[in-house]
């Protein structure tokens, strides 16, 4: 499963964003904090970490744009997969 720490940790080690004042509910994507590009890598990270895919429908603000939406998206992922 995949906790704040360690995506706070992705989010600096491979998309070399500082990370220092981001706070759980900051807008990542929406602040251009996070672009497009960076999303895709996101995106394989969360798969690649919580065994589940994700859907070209799930790519959204709602579900992307902070650290507390990204989490509970893979909290919901993982539950909807059994795990």
């Not at 070209?56 to 990204?70: A, G, Q, W």
């Amino acid at each position: 499963m995949v906790t704040e720490e360690l995506l706070l940790r992705f989010l600096g080690d491979d998309l070399s964003i500082d990370t220092a004042g981001i706070t759980p509910a900051e807008p990542l994507f929406s602040s251009g904090i996070v672009d497009s590009f960076a999303l895709i890598t996101l995106m394989t990270f969360l798969e690649s970490q919580c065994d589940f895919r994700i859907g070209p429908m799930e790519v959204t603000l709602d579900n992307f744009d902070s650290i507390d939406r990204i989490l509970r998206f893979a909290e919901r992922k993982a539950l909807e997969a059994g795990a």
